[in-house]
């Protein structure tokens, strides 16, 4: 199974640079599946259900999220009816929603699980995700398993990648909207890295304005931070999954810049 994965959709910048990447990064990789991370596709921040719809109209198969999942306003009745979205699984027992979801994409089974780390991103309080992820393989029953684990340490991920090296397919990190070089397959067969990046602003800080943040950053003073403006790029991974024994033959990193020659 090929599986691609986008890391966060930054605004109507990433979602207008996914659509236009999309057709040939799935023609050109033989593409399966498409799970993106969504928890920044509406204005930086949050998913509203006209983007979800948007996304998924444009070829995008499963939609994961983050610490901006509650974001958006009534958030509750959105996550009951979007099929095809993971919110973070390891999150109080009262949103809406599901941390961890069986699909069948054109035949090609596979779980897909949103965990979110504890590490310098608790204003959630999110609980253990070692603990969510174990409890959620005693009633698995799906070969090929995508964690998308949203954290802020590259440690955290690292040690949660390592302990459930052979029990999932990948543990792709999201959250930092930077792409590190560390694509590998670990010894017992998960495809990681320790963030796929994001798809947004190019010429942005993490898709934020510059001067904006260049003005807190130096003051210290809490400012509203716009959407930059200018040219998008693609973060990605493309993974092979052996669909008979979940294991990872491949991690391909994607990075498209706006001068990408295609
Ligand atoms: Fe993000
Ligand atoms: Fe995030």
């Known amino acids: 199974m090929k599986i691609l994965f986008v890391g966060d959709i930054y605004a109507q910048c990433g979602r207008q640079t996914l659509a236009r990447f999309l057709p040939y990064l799935k023609r050109q990789h033989d593409i399966d599946v498409v799970i993106a991370n969504g928890e920044n596709a509406s204005h930086g921040k949050g998913l509203s259900a006209a983007h979800y719809q948007e996304i998924i109209e444009m070829g995008v198969d499963i939609i994961t999220m983050g610490n901006h999942f509650f974001s958006k306003k009534n958030p509750n009745a959105f996550y009951l009816s979007a099929e095809r979205l993971v919110r973070p699984a390891n999150i109080h027992h009262s949103a809406a929603?599901?941390?961890?979801?069986?699909?069948?994409?054109?035949?090609?089974?596979?779980?897909?699980?949103?965990?979110?780390?504890?590490?310098?991103?608790?204003?959630?309080?999110?609980?253990?995700?070692?603990e969510a992820l174990d409890k959620i393989l005693e009633s698995n029953e799906d070969t090929v398993h995508i964690v998308d684990f949203h954290a802020e340490a590259t440690a955290e991920k690292m040690a949660l990648a390592h302990a459930f090296d052979g029990k999932v397919s990948a543990v792709l990190g999201t959250h930092t909207h930077v792409q590190t070089a560390d694509e590998r397959i670990l010894p017992k067969g998960s495809a990681y890295i320790t963030d796929v990046g994001m798809t947004g602003p190019y010429h942005s800080v993490i898709g934020a304005n510059i001067e904006q943040v260049i003005h807190k950053t130096?003051?210290?003073?809490?400012?509203?931070?716009?959407?930059?403006?200018?040219?998008?790029?693609?973060?990605?991974v493309v993974l092979d999954i052996n669909e008979n024994n979940g294991k990872a033959r491949k991690i391909e990193r994607i990075y498209l810049t706006p001068d990408h020659n295609w």
């Open 97 to 130: 929603g599901v941390g961890s979801r069986h699909f069948d994409i054109n035949g090609h089974k596979l779980r897909v699980t949103n965990l979110l780390g504890r590490v310098y991103i608790n204003e959630l309080t999110p609980s253990n995700p070692f």
């Open 218 to 236: 130096r003051t210290g003073l809490a400012l509203y931070f716009d959407v930059a403006k200018g040219p998008g790029f693609l973060s990605a």
